[in-house]
Each structure stands twice: as C-alpha cells, then as structure tokens.
C-alpha cells in the first residue's frame, strides 16, 4: 500500500468540485499538494484556506490555464521545485460544454496528456527519475457510450485509452510509474450545476442524468485515495456510480456512493500485464 503522507502532489484544476475534493482529502493524509486552476480568486481563497488548517509550506497555488502549454510546463516545474521532486500527478482540470467542443477537448484531453507527458518524463527510473502515479480524472462517460454529450465522451475515452496503453507498456516496471482513471458517475460540482442552470442545448436529455442520483465531491476524493493507495491497481479505471455496487469492466475497481465500502470488489480481477 502507498504511503501517502510524504508524497509530493500536483493537481490540476484543484480550486473547486472533485479537485478541491481531492486535495483536501490528500492533505488530510498528509501529502503536500501544488494545485493549479485558471480561477485565481478561487484558488488563491483556498490556498488561504487550507494553508490555516495543514500550514504554508504543504500547499501551494499556482494560476494556470492548462490550454496554455507554457504556463502548464511553468506550473509543473513550480511543483518540483518547490517541493524537490513530485511523486504523484492528478490531472483534473475538465469542463463540460458541447457548444465549445474545441476548447473542451483543449482541457479534457488536450491538457492532460500534456501533464502526463510532463510528469512522466520526471518520474520514470529508467530516465533519472524515482517512479511514481499518475491519476486522470476521466469520467464513467470514458468508459461507456453517453449520446447526451459526445464530444465529452469522446474526450474522456481518449483519456483512459491514453492511460491504459501506457499503464500496459512493456517498459513500466523499468520506468516505475503507475497509471490510473479515476471515473465517476454523475458528482455534485459546478460542472454540472451549469447544466441545471440551462447551458447545454438539448437539457431535457440532460435532465435525464441530472435527475439520477449524483454522488458529493468527497465520495469521488475516497475512491481517488483507493486508487492511490492500492500498488497493485496499475491500469486502473476507478468508478464511482451512485447505488451501484458492481461492475464488468476490466481492470476497475468499484466503491459505494459513500465511497468506503466494497472498495476492491472486483468482478473481473485484476489483470496485470
Ligand atoms: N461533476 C461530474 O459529474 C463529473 C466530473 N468529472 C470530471 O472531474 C473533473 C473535475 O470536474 P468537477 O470537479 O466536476 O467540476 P468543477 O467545475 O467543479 O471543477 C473543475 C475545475 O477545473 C478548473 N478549470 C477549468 N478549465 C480550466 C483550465 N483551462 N485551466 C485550469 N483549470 C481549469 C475550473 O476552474 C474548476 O475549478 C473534470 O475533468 C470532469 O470532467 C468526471 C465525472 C463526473
Ligand atoms: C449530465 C451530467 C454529466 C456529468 C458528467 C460526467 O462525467 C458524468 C458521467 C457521464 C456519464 C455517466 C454514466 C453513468 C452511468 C451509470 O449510471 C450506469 O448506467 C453505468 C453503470 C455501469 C456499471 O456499473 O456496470
């Protein structure tokens, strides 16, 4: 099991929702955690926040529009120089809007290969680096079809395909990075709080999904930890569906809404490669 509390953390798009959720959740356990948004006065109102509960020198943060390739780049660095070294890597940032489907895909898929490629290339052993995880907030839509909103489900896809081919590499004991996609459900954040307010075009199919249960941010933060912890969940596609308990998709683990119970039930068991 990985020991979280001496882990060195950058996460994207940490001011709000399961980021926020996620970051407090790694603080509590000990970690130290850069986070970046493109909302400052979010992020720097956190930054005060957080930094009263756990103490300056355990949280940073850092504005960065994660479309801007420069300014990811300068953020990550930030992150290893201000901690060392960074073991673990969260790309979170992610909006849901068809209507600028570009720019969705410039967050959503764009920005975090971006990130995995810059936190590889620090972490892998077999480069100079000392191994270490990373974790990309996709989405239960990158895994299954969702017709409401294609051009997400797409992005999402791309993301898990682009962590599971990695975490399946030939080379990766060598390199000593371990990948995973955390994918919940429906969550209750702003992402989806737009949606209710009547931005996305086709709500009535909307309404669909937004009237199923949503799980709180916190419970995805739980299974994110699950992820993190397990040293054997290398390929790991993480759901969090509210009132479902099991699933058939390879190499996922499946937790509860309240995110505690059942974490390693495993209907089809791991399989590493
Ligand atoms: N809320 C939901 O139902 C679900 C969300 N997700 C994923 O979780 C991730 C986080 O979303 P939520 O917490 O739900 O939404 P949220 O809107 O609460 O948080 C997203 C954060 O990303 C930041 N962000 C957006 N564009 C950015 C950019 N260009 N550069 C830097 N930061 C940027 C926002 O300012 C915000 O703080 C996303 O990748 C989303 O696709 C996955 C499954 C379900
Ligand atoms: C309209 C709100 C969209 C929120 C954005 C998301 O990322 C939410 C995830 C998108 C699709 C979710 C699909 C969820 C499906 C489950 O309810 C369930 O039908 C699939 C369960 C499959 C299984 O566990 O075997």
Redesign the pocket.
């Known amino acids: 099991m990985l020991e979280i509390g001496d882990k060195r953390v950058f996460v ?10 996620i970051i407090e959740a790694l603080l509590a356990k000990g970690a130290k955690v850069l986070f ?4 400052a006065d ?2 720097k109102g956190l930054e005060t926040e957080l930094r009263k509960q756990y103490g300056a020198d355990r949280v940073i943060f850092a504005q ?5 390739a420069q ?2 780049e300068d953020v990550f660095q930030k992150a290893v120089s201000s901690f060392g070294g960074l073991d673990v890597c969260v ?6 809007d068809e209507r600028i489907w570009e ?1 969705m895909l ?3 898929t764009t ?2 290969i971006r990130g995995c490629k810059l936190a590889l290339d620090h972490m892998r052993r077999d480069k100079g680096g000392r191994g270490g995880v990373i974790i990309n ?6 895994i299954v079809a969702a017709h409401y909103h294609p051009v ?1 489900t797409a ?2 896809h791309a993301v898990v395909g682009f962590s599971l081919s990695w975490a399946t590499h030939p080379k990766m004991g060598e390199m000593g990075v371990r990948w995973g996609c ?13 949606l209710e307010e009547g931005q996305a075009e086709n709500l009535p199919v909307y309404r669909h999904v937004l009237d199923t249960n ?2 709180p ?1 916190e419970s ?1 933060a739980q299974a994110f930890i699950r992820l993190l912890e397990d040293d054997e969940s290398n390929g790991g596609l993480m759901t ?1 569906v509210a009132g479902r308990e099991q699933g058939h998709y390879r190499k996922r683990q499946l937790v509860d809404a309240d995110g505690v119970s059942n974490p390693r039930l495993a209907d089809i068991p791991w399989t590493p490669t």
């Open positions: 994207t798009g940490g001011a709000s929702g399961i980021g926020r959720a970046c948004d493109v909302n979010a992020g960065c529009d994660v479309t801007n300014q990811l790309n979170n940032a992610g909006i849901l720019t410039a967050i959503n920005a975090q907030v996709a989405s239960m839509a990158g997400y992005s999402k955390l994918c919940p459900g429906p969550v209750d954040t702003k992402l989806i709080t737009v949503k799980v941010p995805a969090v």
